[in-house]
């Protein structure tokens, strides 16, 4: 990749952080420097649509360059705090959200940062494949590129064979980038996606049950992809699949709906503690299939 392109996404990183630094606390740039494995940490979030809590209280750090798995029953709230991680709750009329969620010990809620550059340091995949129906294969995955400043077509050209190299993509799509992001499968408009997220270079990924509408190949390739990706950047991932947390995942956070509270954070850790000895007897039974 350019050298231009590199500074150009690093810029863009450093100025959330920077940005979000101005009036913080020095208790809060002491926690951001002392947690330098941590990619994000969250405290006492809530998120709210209208008067309804959809989330309750939720404190968790997330670890760098790793998995870390949301899961639990339909309802408890882990698609909205996902969507919080990266200021995307927001944008729905009534949704609030409240405490912090810090990157690199800066609050992404701060109200000097900019929501749009906080998705591109925090991207986002979806639960369906969404490629862009009037873009090519290229030019989907480009397009964050040029709203993010990078102009040149040698820049441009080479972000987007990485892009389709690192989401498995390249061999299978290198001789049609022309061709319209929709023609291809589903499984391969999946990892479209992932290379359009990745193009931009975030810092985290966020993925909501990526795999829920491919087929068990597809599924494979994509959680191939997710262990690969890891390396690079840390993931945060939504499934209802028991078996993808423990295949995918390094951490575990499980989450349940109260009745008068929302969704809250029942327990996480270790994926293989999670799975097999969990500290909660409701983390238990979920994982046991007695509900959710």
């Known amino acids: 990749m350019k050298e231009v392109t590199k500074?150009?996404?690093?810029?863009?990183?450093?100025?959330?952080?920077?940005?979000?630094?101005?009036?913080?606390?020095?208790?809060?740039?002491?926690?951001?420097?002392?947690?330098?494995?941590?990619?994000?940490k969250l405290l006492n979030v809530e998120a709210m649509y209208g008067t309804f809590?959809?989330?309750?209280?939720?404190?968790?750090?997330i670890e760098a360059k790793s998995v870390t798995a949301f899961i639990g029953p339909s309802g408890c709230g882990k698609t909205t705090l996902l969507r919080t991680l990266n200021r995307m709750h927001e944008t729905l009329p009534g949704a609030t959200v409240?405490?912090?969620?810090?990157?690199?010990?800066?609050?992404?809620?701060?109200?000097?940062v900019d929501p749009v550059r906080v998705r591109r340091s925090v991207g986002m995949v979806f639960q369906k494949p969404n490629p862009f129906p009037a873009m090519s294969i290229a030019e989907n995955v480009s397009s964050g590129l040029r709203l993010s400043g990078t102009k040149s077509k040698s820049d441009v050209a080479d972000i987007v064979e990485e892009s389709l190299r690192k989401a498995a993509l390249w061999d299978e799509v290198k001789d049609k980038l022309k061709e319209p992001g929709v023609s291809l499968s589903g499984g391969q408009q999946q990892r479209l996606c992932i290379a359009r997220t990745i193009a931009v270079e975030p810092e985290i990924v966020l993925?909501?049950?990526?795999?829920?509408?491919?087929?068990?190949?597809?599924?494979?390739?994509?959680?191939?992809?997710?262990?690969?990706?890891?390396?690079?950047?840390?993931?945060?991932?939504?499934?209802?699949?028991?078996?993808?947390?423990?295949?995918?995942?390094?951490?575990?956070?499980?989450?349940?709906?109260?009745?008068?509270?929302?969704g809250y954070l029942v327990e996480a850790g270790p994926t293989s503690k999670i799975f097999t000895n969990p500290s909660n007897k409701l983390t238990e039974d979920y994982i046991a299939g007695r509900f959710g």
């Open 98 to 112: 409240k405490g912090s969620i810090q990157v690199g010990g800066a609050d992404l809620y701060d109200p000097s």
């Open 207 to 262: 993925m909501d049950e990526p795999c829920s509408a491919l087929d068990p190949l597809a599924t494979l390739k994509i959680e191939e992809l997710i262990g690969e990706l890891k390396t690079r950047f840390t993931i945060v991932i939504v499934t209802h699949n028991m078996q993808q947390a423990a295949r995918v995942s390094d951490t575990t956070a499980f989450f349940n709906m109260g009745a008068d509270r929302g």
């Open 53 to 61: 809590r959809a989330v309750n209280n939720v404190t968790l750090d």
């Open 7 to 40: 500074m150009t996404n690093e810029k863009a990183k450093i100025s959330i952080k920077a940005s979000a630094t101005k009036g913080r606390s020095a208790e809060q740039a002491r926690t951001g420097a002392a947690s330098n494995s941590m990619a994000m």
